[in-house]
């Protein structure tokens, strides 16, 4: 079982940035990829980025590329998102998640353990 504790959220213009990070507990933190999904109000749980147990693949949404970045520090048990050029629409709460296998996942599925969320908030 993983522990993970979400941290880094806030309030920020359009425009603005914002470096999530999410500190694992539990499982080698090396065995298993990690990921960033996020919720809006009504509606359903998203994927937006994923990286594999030692951060040599990255995988992105469509509306991630370009301006989002995962990466992880196996060393100090942490993955991040960082975010740039933030837009209202990507006001959500920002969910870890970590992996059940080494390697990529896009599918709540395919998810062991979730953390408690982060909200993110950008105004216009």
């Known amino acids: 079982q993983v522990q993970l504790v979400e941290s880094g959220g806030g309030l920020v213009q359009a425009g603005g940035s914002l470096r999530l990070s999410c500190a694992a507990s539990g499982r080698t933190f090396g065995s298993y990829g990690m990921g960033w999904f996020r919720q809006a109000p009504g509606k359903e749980r998203e994927f937006v980025a994923a990286?594999?147990?030692?951060?040599?693949?990255?995988y992105y949404a469509d509306f991630a590329k370009g301006r989002f970045t995962i990466s992880r520090d196996n060393a100090k048990n942490t993955v991040y998102l960082q975010m740039n050029n933030l837009k209202p629409n990507d006001t959500a709460v920002y969910y870890c998640a970590a992996g059940l296998a080494a390697g990529i996942f896009l599918r709540p599925s395919n998810v062991g353990s979730w953390g408690q969320g982060t909200q993110v908030t950008v105004s216009s």
């Open positions: 990286i594999n147990w030692n951060g040599s693949r990255t």
